[in-house]
């Protein structure tokens, strides 16, 4: 299966640019896989540089994680991290990524300084 990278996905939210949009959904239309570290960038992407707040962002990741040609890596892990980042606005979906990956993974807790984060089972505040 073809993989994409940030800027295709960042086109198929956004849809601002015609002409990139259209090669986008050629090429995911046959089917598309989006890594954890792309997908985490574009969320990134989205928040930044669109100014797309929490719960837009949110929208664009379930999005995503239904679109009939994409498959997300470990999509259930992408699944329980968007309830987290639904959940707790103050945290970012990185964030609630990484902790589903360790914990699908077996390895919790999960250390962390952040606060918010800490606050999640399967975290450990330090």
Known sequence: MRAVDTNVLVRLVTRDDVAQVRAAEAFVEKGAWVSHLVLADTTWVLSAAYDLGHAAVATAIDMLLHHKSLTLQDGDVVAAALEHYRRKPSLGFSDCLL????????????????????????????
């Open 99 to 126: 902790l589903e990956i360790a914990r699908k993974a077996g390895h919790t807790p999960l250390g962390t300084f952040d606060k918010n984060l800490g606050k999640l089972e399967g975290a450990e505040r330090l």
